[in-house]
């Protein structure tokens, strides 16, 4: 479990004014490995308000505090990402993500790059969404023991 000081720490380095309720949305993002989406911010924190968390969100992305994913589910997931990461900045840093079609969890998968993809002329390449479908280890598990 990781200290009230870890949470401090990833705001601030990020130029980030720790209040209670970003330190609040924060903790809960770090609390398993998948991405989280606003939807299930909303659920986990029913005491903060929608605008608040969306918010927050917004300026954490701003700081690339965090990455968004739109792994096709209608909601936009959320990672925190390494102090070390500038994947706002960097389009070739880009890492890979997947998707459980089973129980609709994303998961970043930081070791493996997104390929470089060659435009034709002209074209000028804001960002890249590389999503990988299919079933995580858990679900996998399932159906195997089915």
Do not use: W
Not at 1 to 16: C, G
Not at 27 to 46: A, F, H, K, T
Not at 72 to 96: A, R
């Amino acid at each position: 479990m990781k200290d009230e000081a870890y949470f401090v720490h990833k705001l601030e380095h990020r130029q980030i004014k720790p209040t209670a309720t970003r330190l609040l949305i924060l903790r809960q993002m770090c609390r398993g490995d998948e991405m989280v989406s606003l939807p299930e911010l909303e659920r986990l924190l029913p005491t903060v308000d929608k605008s608040t968390i969306s918010r927050s969100l917004t300026l954490f992305l701003i700081h690339g505090l965090i990455h968004a994913v739109d792994d096709g589910s209608g909601s936009l997931k959320y990672n925190i990402c390494p102090d070390d990461c500038e994947c706002k900045d960097v389009i070739d840093d880009e890492h890979t993500h997947f998707y459980c079609t089973n129980c609709h969890r994303t998961f970043c998968l930081t070791q493996i790059h997104v390929p470089v993809v060659n435009l034709p002329d002209g074209f000028i390449l804001h960002n890249i969404n590389y999503v990988l479908k299919g079933l995580c280890p858990e679900c996998s598990e399932k159906v195997k023991n089915e």
